[in-house]
């Protein structure tokens, strides 16, 4: 971690991760100015319920008091339109053309770190900070990404879609420490509540859990909303397997929910908007060893047109695959050493040196 005698702006979300993050920075000597973040409705009563989110009230009045308990000036800031023309639009409109999005990456991007370093910059902060499980790295003129050194928290995933400019100012205070770390200081400080305190794991704007409903609210151009009629389950050959409640509610890869006997499990292969069809294959039919990404964004290196090999991830839980990856103009190019299953149109492909993200792209 940096020390430092300026100022840093953090990303405060009422949770242990982002409170610990600030008192470290607060212990290197930075003077700390804290941050949250209104992105979603938190007044619902969906929202004011769940516990797992970050997006209730509770922990935007956590962030506060803390902060206030703390010495930290704290800034709320609502950033709901953007939040629903960038991320929610985006999300509802992938599913309705048969991708499954990751809205956190894109949110990282489009949001989040704008919003901070924009605030961060009012303030005269040089830096800003998250409590991510990640590190920076600094190579031949470039910033990337690199993993924390706990590797089940590890969320560098996340953060592939960083800026340079972004990565250059921010600072990951729990880059280095283990979650059972994190404890344990909390616990040393008597913040037990803090300690004790559940986890945000789910989508902040999805309710009950449930991205159908989300979905079902999606409006065209013209203000008419989209109806999501039943249709086709088939095997690759197009023959009929049963019928399923609409495309946008399945995902490559997906077994359960299907509704559909047979001898072997079943896992959604295909998605066919144009149809309306989902194709239905057994596992081994989902394996590929090659993929494609547009969006992409490099890290490590300024070009990948000269092909190297490196470990790619097809999603957060992956463990990686060592592949070939290739830059043609705006487009990556993986080629796997061995068959990957599932890969999944609308997902992120991260790909990594050792443990530094050289390259992403979301998936096409």
């Known amino acids: 971690m940096i020390k430092g005698n300026g100022k840093v702006l953090v990303a405060m979300s009422g949770g242990i991760d982002s409170s610990i993050a600030a008192l470290l920075l607060k212990e290197e000597g930075w003077k700390v100015y804290g941050i949250t973040l209104i992105m979603w409705n938190y007044l619902i009563p969906d929202c004011k319920s769940r516990k797992t989110v970050c997006c209730n009230i509770e922990s935007v009045l956590d962030a506060k008091t803390f902060s206030e308990q703390n010495g930290i000036q704290h800034y709320i800031i609502d950033c709901r339109e ?79 879609s960083l800026t340079q400019k972004s990565i250059e100012r921010t600072i990951f205070p729990l880059g280095n420490l283990k979650k059972e770390d994190v404890r344990e200081y909390a616990k040393n400080k008597n913040l037990n509540k803090l300690r004790d305190k559940r986890e945000s794991m789910d989508v902040c704007f999805v309710q009950s859990n449930n991205y159908r409903d989300l979905i079902n609210q999606n409006f065209d151009n013209n203000n008419n909303k989209v109806i999501i009629t039943e249709g086709n389950f088939v095997d690759k050959s197009g023959n009929i397997l049963g019928k399923h409640k609409g495309f946008p509610y399945y995902t490559i890869g997906q077994r ?64 990686g695959t060592r592949a070939i990856v290739k830059q043609v103009n705006d487009t990556l190019f993986v080629d796997f050493l061995e068959n990957v299953y599932a890969i999944t149109p609308g997902q992120s492909m991260v790909a990594y040196e050792n443990n530094d993200i050289v390259a992403s792209g979301v998936i096409c």
């Open 256 to 319: 359960k929910g299907l509704g559909i006997s047979s001898t072997k499990p079943l896992y959604v292969s295909k998605i066919m908007p144009v149809t309306n069809e989902v194709q239905l294959g057994f596992r081994e039919e989902l394996a590929t060893n090659f993929l494609k990404t547009n969006d992409i964004n490099l890290m490590k290196y300024s070009s990948l047109e000269k092909a190297v090999e490196l470990t790619v991830k097809i999603r957060y839980r992956d463990k």
């Open 82 to 160: 953007n939040f629903k023309n960038e991320i929610i639009n985006n999300f509802q409109l992938e599913y309705l053309n048969g991708r499954t999005p990751n809205p956190c990456i894109r949110c990282n991007k489009l949001i989040k770190w704008n919003f901070m370093l924009k605030l961060a910059d009012e303030l005269g902060c040089s830096h800003v900070a998250t409590g991510h499980y990640a590190n920076t790295g600094f190579h031949n003129g470039r910033y990337y990404i690199s993993k924390g050194i706990d590797n089940y928290k590890d969320q560098s995933y996340f953060l592939c």
